[in-house]
């Protein structure tokens, strides 16, 4: 079974920048496809962006396409999303997903 650990997020004002990481222990990330979704009070959690196992980029939310990216390097078994241009609607707790496992997210809030 996978651990996976979210860190990186935090407080940012609209336009800037933040990059989560994912790491992973217990297993290898990089035998695995591997997923970050948000959430906010009230509302289903959604898949933000997907890395496949070779490293591409599988699925991006259309809301964060052209700001946010995902990476790995599978050499640390880490995940990375970076979030550029954030915005006040990109406020929610970051979770990595992989295999059924989940970390236990990282809040981001965007706001001046």
């Known amino acids: 079974q996978v651990q996976l650990v979210e860190s990186g997020g935090g407080l940012v004002q609209p336009g800037g920048s933040l990059r989560l990481s994912c790491a992973a222990s217990?297993?290898?990330?990089?035998?695995?496809?591997v997923d970050w979704y948000r959430q906010t009070a009230g509302k289903q959690r959604e898949m933000v962006a997907r890395?496949?196992?070779?490293?591409?980029?599988?699925y991006l939310l259309d809301s964060v396409r052209g700001r946010f990216t995902v990476s790995r390097d599978n050499a640390k078994n880490t995940v990375y999303l970076q979030m550029n241009s954030l915005k006040p609607e990109d406020t929610a707790v970051y979770y990595c997903?992989?295999?059924?496992?989940w970390g236990q997210g990282t809040q981001v809030t965007v706001s001046l």
């Open positions: 890395i496949t196992i070779g490293g591409t980029t599988a």
């Open positions: 217990g297993s290898w990330v990089s035998y695995y496809i």
């Open positions: 997903h992989s295999m059924g496992n």
